[in-house]
């Protein structure tokens, strides 16, 4: 059956068909071949019970305070004062990219509305100060991947719903793992640049003027971040609620800097609704799949038989870390999460697992599996925004990160604290 299942999806993604309709043929293709109930007749009752739910209102807040913060120009701002402050370091603007895309990553929730945003601001500095272009390409595609780890982040929020965790404590649990992520990065690119000086283009200098000069265009950004994230642990609001809180506060940015304008707005509402819609058909899909999967009985079979192995802890913690990477080639990120945590962090917890920590190395497996070819979401979203070369060249600069990002997953495991001791001082 499982056999089954997975070629009937791999064909289907294969065909070009979108990944939620793949997701709901799969379902109703698997209930028809072995169940003898009608399970295709819950679809109604589970769309409406999904997008009902009062934790998913979340997910368009966040988009629409990504649209906003693109299109007001705060993220240009943004850079252009990392820029200032980090060019120095080996690598110089590859640097600004990676930095960028964390504070981003920390008022969007969304990697590919953080891979866009930078990508787009930070493309035309590449051929105008000489770097090395994969490696450039690649800190834009790998950086953008933190918009799933760092809080406030979508994925997480979704993770939550899917297992019953607590959003507040991922988002703690999220914190030191992304920034540490980030610095790894940062240490990618240093390294990089020092033992190939000329990937690291032209050095761009600034004075201490020009840097001071450059810091209110930082404060935007923190603002918003300390509004969604603190209201949330100041216990003024739930996840939802702070969405909804980071909205206002970025319209009223948008306001101060004159940018707010019914053209805009529009633009900001159109892209909203476009992602919240895709977003909502391949979660309202993947949760009739689960439904179908637990019906016909493939869940507790798929949990018994890992059980029976007889791996120990660590030996199935490792084989869900290598299912994952597989995984991760050949399906989109966020309907693998959907589609896979229900079945697997049951089986992670039943090894004595905590599943706030499992959520932290799981949105880590997922970014590897945004930049891992041949269907990294990032990768593509990169390619796009390019006003010439190949893919290829994306694939190339990502893979030293892939390669960063297995050090974060060790790293992850040997030390589980990194993602419960912020967690643990709260709750």
């Known amino acids: 059956m499982l056999a089954a299942a997975v070629l009937i999806l791999i064909a289907l993604i294969v065909l070009s068909v979108p990944v939620a309709a793949s997701l709901g043929w799969l379902g109703l293709a698997l209930g028809a071949i072995y169940s003898r109930m009608p399970v295709h007749r819950a679809i109604g009752d589970m769309a409406w019970g ?24 705060v993220a240009a701002r943004m850079y252009d004062a990392l820029a200032k402050w980090l060019s120095w370091l080996p690598g110089g603007l590859m640097h600004a990219n990676v ?64 297992t019953n965790t607590s ?12 920034f540490l992520l980030a610095a790894l990065f940062m240490g990618t690119v240093a390294a990089a640049c020092i033992i190939r000086p000329d ?9 201490w003027a020009e840097r001071f000069a450059a ?21 003024w609001a739930t996840p939802t609620e702070a969405a909804s809180l980071g909205v206002v506060a970025a319209l009223a940015l948008a306001a101060a ?11 900001v509402f159109r892209g909203t609704m476009r992602t919240t819609g895709i ?6 899909a993947a949760v009739f799949l689960n439904f179908v999967l637990a019906a016909v009985g493939l869940t507790t079979t798929l949990t018994d038989a890992i059980v029976s192995l007889g791996l120990g802890p660590l030996g199935t913690i490792l084989l869900v870390v290598a299912f994952y990477l597989v995984l991760g080639c ?83 495991i040997a030390f589980p604290e990194l993602a419960l001791w912020l967690p643990g001082l709260f709750y």
């Open 50 to 73: 999904t997008s009902t739910e009062f934790l998913l209102v979340a997910i368009p807040m966040f988009v629409m305070l990504g649209e906003l913060l693109l299109r007001s120009g």
């Open 99 to 162: 930095g960028s895309c964390a504070l981003f990553a920390a008022t969007s929730g969304s990697s590919v509305a953080t891979a866009a945003t930078i990508g787009t601001v930070a493309e035309p500095e590449m051929a105008r100060h000489g770097y090395n272009a994969p490696l450039f390409l690649g800190t834009i595609a790998a950086g953008g991947t933190l918009g799933i780890l760092i809080p406030p982040s979508i994925n997480l929020i979704v993770y939550g719903l899917l």
């Open 167 to 178: 959003v507040s404590e991922l988002y703690l649990a999220g914190f030191i793992p992304g």
């Open 199 to 207: 990937w690291g283009g032209r050095r761009v200098t600034y004075s």
């Open 215 to 235: 810091l209110p265009h930082l404060l935007p950004p923190i603002f918003i971040f300390l509004i969604v994230v603190g209201s949330i642990y100041a216990g």
């Open 257 to 267: 800097h004159r940018s707010l304008s019914l053209e805009m707005l529009a633009a």
């Open 279 to 284: 977003i909502m058909f391949i979660i309202v």
């Open 330 to 412: 050949f399906m989109e990120t966020f309907s693998m999460l959907i589609t896979t945590a229900t079945i697997i962090t049951p089986i992670v917890v039943q090894m004595g697992y905590d599943p706030v920590w499992f959520g932290v190395l799981l949105m880590v497996l997922l970014e590897t599996a945004l930049i891992t070819p041949p269907i990294g979401i990032n990768l593509f979203v990169v390619q796009s925004i390019r006003s010439r070369g190949e893919l290829k060249d994306v694939m190339i600069g990502a893979t030293p990160f892939v390669l960063t990002m297995l050090a974060m997953i060790a790293v992850l």
